[in-house]
């Protein structure tokens, strides 16, 4: 009689695991360990431009804190590394030692080809469930940017914007982004 563990890691479980090796990054999937491949240069060039935007703004207007690629305990079993995480001034009592506990006011994602199912579907559903109130996505290739707003238990388109476009998005809404400054070889 052979016996088969269903036990599940828990995001406290997971959280203790420590720093990723090199060259991957780990996240806490319905309790199993997601392995997610490095940053590309593009889109690591987007991650750097929104945090000089973002960052400016916030720490001009005091707002609150902007982190990259932080381990987010969402729920028991469920901890995700969002690219960008914006956490409000009254919020930043969930900026923890070792990760996020609880749900950021903003998570983006930026689309790397291996990642579209996982930042469309997968996370847009569990940012949702976790109470995440606004989610971007932004995509390089195609140089497009969508922001998504908490509205009830569902989210709600709340603006785009393509090429070269300005946008305003929330939770910033008089900070003007100038696309064109994201998209790599522009």
């Not at 903003?106 to 109130?133: H, M, N, W």
């Not at 290739?141 to 238990?153: F, P, S």
Request: with cysteine; aromatic share 6%; hydrophobic share 40%.
């Amino acid at each position: 009689m052979s016996v088969v563990s269903t036990i599940k890691m828990t995001a406290r479980q997971f959280i203790q695991l420590g720093e990723d090796p090199v060259g991957v990054r780990l996240e806490l999937v319905d309790g199993e360990v997601a392995v997610s491949p490095s940053l590309t240069p593009r889109h690591s060039h987007v991650i750097t431009q929104l945090i000089i935007i973002l960052g400016n703004h916030i720490d001009a207007k005091g707002l609150g804190e902007l982190y990259q690629d932080v381990d987010t305990i969402l729920e028991q079993f469920s901890v995700r590394r969002p690219d960008l995480l914006f956490f409000s001034k009254n919020r930043v009592g969930l900026v923890g030692e070792k990760a996020m506990e609880g749900p950021p006011d903003l998570a983006v994602e930026v689309l790397s080809p291996s990642s579209i199912q996982t930042d469309r579907v997968d996370k847009f559903a569990e940012y949702c469930t976790a109470g995440v109130k606004h989610y971007w996505i932004a995509d390089p290739i195609h140089q497009t940017i969508e922001a998504w707003n908490l509205v009830g238990r569902k989210y709600a388109e709340a603006g785009s914007g393509q090429g070269l476009a300005v946008v305003k998005l929330e939770p910033f809404p008089d900070l003007e982004i100038p696309l064109g400054r994201l998209w790599r070889g522009r």
